[in-house]
T-cell receptor
Framework: DTGVSQNPRHKITKRGQNVTFRCDPI?????LYWYRQTLGQGPEFLTY????????KSRLLSDRFSAERPKGSFSTLEIQRTEQGDSAMYLC????????????FGPGTRLLVL | DAKTTQPPSMDCSEGRAANLPCNHS???????VYWYRQIHSQGPQYIIH???NNETNEMASLIITEDRKSSTLILPHATLRDTAVYYC??????????FGTGTRLTIIP
């Protein structure tokens, strides 16, 4: 069990560019969550997957955001035409599901849009 | 999910017990109380959770009042590495976690 990993850890991009983040969950975890965290705030939910199915999306997830989990393993989060307001820490978590499931978080990807 | 209320900040001396309170007066009967912490620039770390009974693990103890309207997270012997933001969350499971702004705990040498 190597924990949840995220890549890259840091990303600096110019406004208008596209960026993609990757999350590798704990093996055998069938649920995968994406959260976003801005300075001074707690993480906010973006979307989650059970296996390869995307089951819920937050209103925070505008049309410029898309997430995939093609084979029910790793997941990618893409932001198109980035804006300065997209600057945040993007966190991934995974869990086994079930009652009282515990979500385990990765280290996050910190995005800065210039 | 139950709305939780936590003090914005607390200090604790190194080596002493840190007691972090959380109010969750609207918690539902089958809603768990979860605690996470977030050390600066890292992802949240799971600490402990409970439903009705008090719980203890290698990291902390969780004391839940009989009416379940409040709880206290106890770090028995705080170290400098325990400096973090601590989040108390009401959670049914199988859904998103709803974080508040938590309690910023500072351990003082």
């Amino acid at each position: 069990d190597t924990g949840v990993s995220q890549n890259p850890r840091h990303k600096i991009t110019k406004r208008g560019q596209n960026v993609t983040f990757r999350c590798d969950p704990i093996s055998e975890h069938n649920r995968l969550y994406w959260y976003r965290q801005t300075l001074g705030q707690g993480p906010e939910f973006l979307t989650y997957f059970q296996n390869e199915a995307q089951l819920e999306k937050s209103r925070l997830l505008s049309d410029r955001f898309s997430a995939e989990r093609p084979k029910g393993s790793f997941s990618t989060l893409e932001i198109q035409r980035t804006e300065q307001g997209d600057s945040a820490m993007y966190l991934c978590a995974s869990s086994l599901g079930g009652s009282a499931e515990t979500q385990y978080f990765g280290p996050g990807t910190r995005l800065l849009v210039l | 999910d139950a709305k939780t209320t936590q003090p914005p900040s607390m200090d604790c001396s190194e080596g002493r017990a840190a007691n972090l309170p959380c109010n969750h007066s609207t918690i539902s009967g089958n809603e768990y109380v979860y605690w996470y912490r977030q050390i600066h620039s890292q992802g949240p770390q799971y600490i402990i959770h409970g439903l009705k009974n008090n719980e203890t693990n290698e990291m902390a103890s969780l004391i839940i009042t009989e009416d379940r309207k409040s709880s206290t997270l106890i770090l028995p012997h705080a170290t400098l590495r325990d400096t973090a933001v601590y989040y108390c969350i009401g959670y049914f499971g199988n859904e998103k976690l709803t974080f508040g702004t938590g309690t910023r705990l500072t351990i003082i040498p």
